[in-house]
């Protein structure tokens, strides 16, 4: 970590100086709630709570025959804590008239438009997190099997007429979780997007492939035996969505059906009305639904969620929230979860 923080601080500070070779700009979000969250059971809870804060530093140059070679590096952290650094978006690429190409370790094509349907990204009401309006595949640390996947190459066309195609795919190799972790064989991740971004709305499909194959092993004695299960498994989804802008409000609606693994369809709504320039009052309602995994029908685990919030915009900058929050789980009251939340956002 602090190998890290040390290498963050040189890069801001050749940022800072004008002292790095291709332009470059130092940026970030401080984003703290507070929570009182219940739990369904009879345990409740009052925390503070870092919602995805981050800083980076990002930038391009020119280089020649209509080429612009970028870069960027963005590390989140834990605001309340001042501890624990982890990665984030972190590639570099080429733009050209015939698109853009980004390698390292960065959001895939599924995980990109989530946050256009939900207004509460990044807060404890976001969609991705414990209301489950939004699969697991909308976040992730940067493993290859998650919504920020490493190993990734990324392809994105030029927009023509508000179309746009991206596609991105890793390679095949081991991939571990930590240091003592098992050891998976990543076959590959293969992502497939289409946008159409027009002055009132805007669509996307979206769809990602992902395979892994535990190989774990352990060896006694000279003798090496697999202690993984060995089978191939892994992550496939589907999704739907876009957004629908008319005089002060916005509309977004997102369907998606994942398998295998996860196994579950979501559906997620939500409204934006805007009181004026600087207040808003947000919404959104979702469900979840298991569906078969490998033709077995798993237990019925299904919820339906929905939020509430008010934010104010005291600067460009700057913003205050509050909201309230619940998910109604099928399967057991005990299960049910809530959240009354007030924030600060600052960005940088």
Known sequence: MKKTIISLAIAAGMAASGAAFAEATVYGLMNLSIDSADTGSTTDSMQMKSQTSAIGVKGSEDV????????KAEFQFNADQAATVSGRDQYVGLKTGMGTVKLGAMATNYKQKGSSVD????TS?????????????????????????????????????????VVNTTFAG?????????????????GVGFRYEAKAFSVYVDMIDMSAEDTSSVTVAGVTTVTGLDTTSGDAATKIGGTYTVGPVKL????????????????MFSANYSIDDNNKVYFTFGSKSDIAVAGVTTADSGSTSYALAYDHKMSKATDLYVGYGARDDAAATSDDYSVLTAGLRVKF
């Open 64 to 71: 020649g025959d209509g080429v612009k070679a970028f870069y």
């Open 119 to 122: 207004p509460m990204f990044r």
């Open 125 to 165: 009401l976001e969609g991705r997190g414990a209301l489950a309006m939004q699969s697991k595949l909308h976040g992730g640390s940067g493993t290859r099997t998650s919504g920020r996947s490493s190993d990734l190459v990324q392809y994105a066309s030029p927009k023509m007429g508000g179309m746009q195609l």
């Open 174 to 190: 081991d991939d571990t979780s930590g240091d003592t972790g098992p050891k998976v064989d990543i076959e590959e991740t293969i």
């Open 252 to 267: 977004g609606l997102q369907l998606e059906q994942t398998e295998d693994l996860m196994g579950s369809d979501y559906m």
